[in-house]
């Protein structure tokens, strides 16, 4: 990766700006299943009705009624929620006070495949943690894939977001945790970094922040 030419940057949120674990969600979720089950989803893979309310052509109250019939769950709208939003942990300040320092001097955009519920609480935890409006004061744009109609890997997000913002893409590095986004993007031809832990992206732009 050679930060010399690199003019702008898409970041992925989960598991590169906030915190997750997947795991959390799932045994939340297997809580109110009312015989023995197994909730498919975790970072490479996940059923069909994950898939639907993620490219927003399920509704929260159609992806809560799916997740009770797949899964023969008995719970409230907010026990499901709750659990739901279990996987989101906490948004480490530095990364905040990085991405602030990066779009001074670099055009950074957000793109993560995400949901309603999830959105909402994301800006929860920015509102109770940091002094920012909201994530996406952070961006020049934010892409949710809910909200696009569009999510990673397929080729479509990442050419929209090029398109849109006038991006030269071998000057436009994307940094994700999923190697299968990452492999999309290296064929169309950007910058890519898969981060893994323990590296963070504080790590990757150590020399970048003031």
Request: aromatic residues 10%.
């Amino acid at each position: 990766m050679d930060l010399k030419q690199t003019k702008n940057i898409i970041f992925d949120l989960g598991g590169v700006i906030i915190n997750i674990d997947y795991d959390k969600s799932i045994q939340e979720l297997q809580k109110f299943c009312k015989n023995d089950c197994t909730i498919e989803f975790s970072q490479k893979e996940q059923s069909h009705l994950f898939d639907l309310y993620e490219t927003g052509v399920s509704t929260d109250e159609e992806f809560r009624n799916s997740l009770r019939k797949a899964y023969n769950i008995e719970a409230t709208d907010e026990q499901i929620d709750h659990a739901w939003n279990a996987m989101l942990l906490d948004i480490p300040k530095e990364r905040i006070d990085l991405l602030l320092e990066l779009g001074k001097k670099y055009r950074i955009f957000l793109l993560s495949n995400t949901n309603a519920i999830h959105l909402r609480r994301f800006n929860e935890i920015v509102a109770h943690s940091f002094t920012i409006p909201s994530l996406d004061s952070l961006f020049e744009k934010s892409y949710y894939s809910h909200l696009v109609g569009k999510r990673k890997p397929d080729a479509p997000i990442f050419e929209q977001i090029l398109a849109e913002n006038n991006l030269d893409r071998s000057e436009t590095l994307f940094i994700d945790d999923s190697v299968q986004h990452i492999k999309s993007a290296d064929k169309l031809g950007l910058q890519t970094l898969h981060l893994q832990a323990p590296l963070t992206i504080n790590k990757v732009f150590a020399d970048v922040a003031v």
